[in-house]
């Protein structure tokens, strides 16, 4: 039959050309990938959903998908090359040991789950917002977990390095953050006079969100299985080594108003903290005046 012919003949014209056909095949399939990925992330922006999560999914299927075609295709080659440099291969997986630990990792994160595309995670010291992972390497967008931002940084973690350091899971910082903030000042004004007014004026820069930060921090609680700070504001005093006066503010709130929040905090203890000291120095003066009054009487 001609169609059978034909057939035949191109499967023994790609059989005698593989490398010709494997890098065709491996270049229409990126390309198909490219295209995938495009359709569904085009898609996901029309519905106003993030598809971030489904395109990396699909990516690793694909890629998944040729290196085992390709592995099939050049099984023969393959098997004829591992019996007759047995030693070269010994040697190749040694000095490939890293990369074998970055696809063992890449398992590990498939099938514990300790994170997922747009978490807050971090890595040893690398923190940052998962944006793709792959068989080498976890992509990050960096954030400075200080001020609860993105540093514009793009980070490209191994995946043998999640292997090799704990994974810390930070998304709930995402929306809100426990922050706490140190002030310190000279002694000479009594912290604990003000303290329930500072914790009453905290509370007010905290008014728009309490209700939603209440919920949020039960959600939290409910899932840690552990009791954290919050929502309402805390306050601690306490002295430094160098006997200075310091005034631990501890607030839960929006991760993107954690800093204003603190300028506010900071703006309400210093008007507080030198008004009374207005009214130390006062009582200071009137006391000498008393004095000098008894002494020249």
């Given at each position: 039959m001609?169609?059978?012919?034909?057939?035949?003949?191109i499967k023994q014209l790609l059989l005698e050309h593989k490398l010709i056909t494997t890098v065709v095949f491996v270049l229409l399939v990126y390309l198909l990938k490219l295209k995938v990925a495009e359709v569904i992330k085009r898609r996901g922006k029309a519905k106003g959903e993030d598809k971030r999560y489904l395109v990396n999914v699909v990516?690793?299927?694909?890629?998944?998908t040729v290196v085992v075609c390709v592995f099939m295709f050049w099984a023969a080659e393959l098997q004829q090359f591992a019996l007759s440099v047995a030693a070269f291969v010994v040697a190749f997986v040694v000095a490939t040991r890293e990369f074998i630990q970055c696809i063992i990792g890449f398992i590990y994160i498939v099938s514990a789950r300790p994170f997922q595309v747009g978490d807050w995670i971090q890595v040893g010291k690398y923190a940052?917002?998962?944006?793709?992972?792959?068989?080498?390497?976890?992509?990050?967008?960096?954030v400075d977990i200080e001020s609860y931002s993105h540093t514009g940084k793009t980070l490209f973690v191994p995946n043998n390095m999640l292997l090799l350091n704990t994974i810390k899971n930070l998304n709930f910082l995402k929306r809100y953050a426990t922050h706490s903030f140190t002030i310190t000042r000279?002694?000479?004004?009594?912290?604990?006079?003000?303290?329930?007014?500072?914790?009453?004026?905290?509370?007010q820069h905290c008014e728009d969100?309490?209700?939603?930060?209440?919920?949020?921090?039960?959600?939290?609680?409910?899932?840690?299985?552990?009791?954290?700070?919050g929502p309402a504001p805390s306050l601690y005093i306490f002295t430094n080594q160098n006997g200075d006066d310091q005034a631990c503010f501890t607030v839960f709130c929006p991760?993107?108003?954690?800093?204003?929040?603190?300028?506010?905090?900071?703006?309400?203890?210093?008007?507080?903290?030198?008004?009374?000291?207005r009214?130390?120095?006062?009582?200071?003066?009137?006391?000498?005046?008393?004095?000098?009054?008894?002494?020249?009487?």
């Open positions: 001609p169609d059978m012919e034909f057939i035949a003949a990516k690793n299927l694909i890629n998944l940052g917002e998962v944006t793709e992972t792959d068989w080498a390497k976890l992509t990050l967008l960096e000279e002694p000479g004004v009594n912290l604990f006079t003000i303290e329930e007014e500072l914790l009453e004026r905290a509370a969100f309490y209700e939603v930060a209440n919920r949020y921090n039960a959600l939290i609680e409910k899932r840690l299985d552990v009791k954290i700070s991760s993107e108003q954690a800093w204003d929040i603190q300028n506010k905090i900071t703006r309400d203890f210093m008007e507080l903290w030198h008004r009374e000291k009214k130390l120095m006062l009582l200071d003066r009137e006391s000498k005046s008393r004095y000098l009054n008894t002494e020249e009487a």
